[in-house]
Every structure is written in structure tokens, then in C-alpha cells.
């Protein structure tokens, strides 16, 4: 049984070296990819725009803004006015057809 040194050995300089030229490659290409991906995104989104604006119609731009929970000491306290209290009940409509 003969075994192979040269399995044994780690990657030599050459094969480390072209490891990493690959990796940075990738990342390049992914950089690329994700900025042509962003740029697709803005153009479409003004073509849209621009497509309402020829049409006529004013595009309605959306609040992205989360909002935030209302605990229970930020709940709305009345602002010094009267307090009403009232009875409600059901009043049958006269106008029936």
C-alpha cells in the first residue's frame, strides 16, 4: 500500500493564489449584478412615472414609513373638554320602502 505524499500537502502557492483571483471575481460580478439589478429597478420605476405623467394622471407616491405601537401610556387622553356620557339605542328607519 503506497500512499501519495503529495495528497498529503496543502494547495500550493499557484493554487491559492488563482483561488483567491476567483473569489475576487465573483464578488466583482456580484457587485455588478446587484448595481444592474438597482438601476433596472430605478429606471422602471421612472418609466412608470413618466408613462402616468403623459397619461394624465399625477402618480401617488406611497409613505413608507412604519408605524409605531401605541403602548398603554401613549394611548389619546381627552384634552380637557366635557365628557359626555350616553345611552345609545337603535332607532328603527321610518322610510322603508
Do not use: C, Y
Not at 503506497?2 to 495528497?7: E, F, V
Not at 402618480?59 to 345609545?88: L, Y
Amino acid at each position: 500500500m503506497h500512499i501519495h505524499l503529495q495528497n498529503l500537502r496543502s494547495p500550493s502557492l499557484l493554487t491559492r493564489i488563482l483561488g483567491a483571483v476567483l473569489a475576487v471575481v465573483v464578488a466583482i460580478f456580484g457587485f455588478f449584478l446587484m448595481a444592474g439589478a438597482l438601476a433596472l429597478g430605478l429606471l422602471l420605476a421612472a418609466g412608470a412615472v413618466v408613462w402616468a405623467l403623459l397619461r394624465g394622471r399625477r402618480p401617488k407616491f406611497v409613505n413608507m414609513r412604519w408605524k409605531t405601537s401605541t403602548g398603554p401610556t401613549q394611548r389619546a387622553q381627552p384634552r380637557g373638554g366635557e365628557v359626555i356620557d350616553i345611552e345609545v339605542r337603535e332607532v328603527e328607519d321610518i322610510h322603508r320602502r
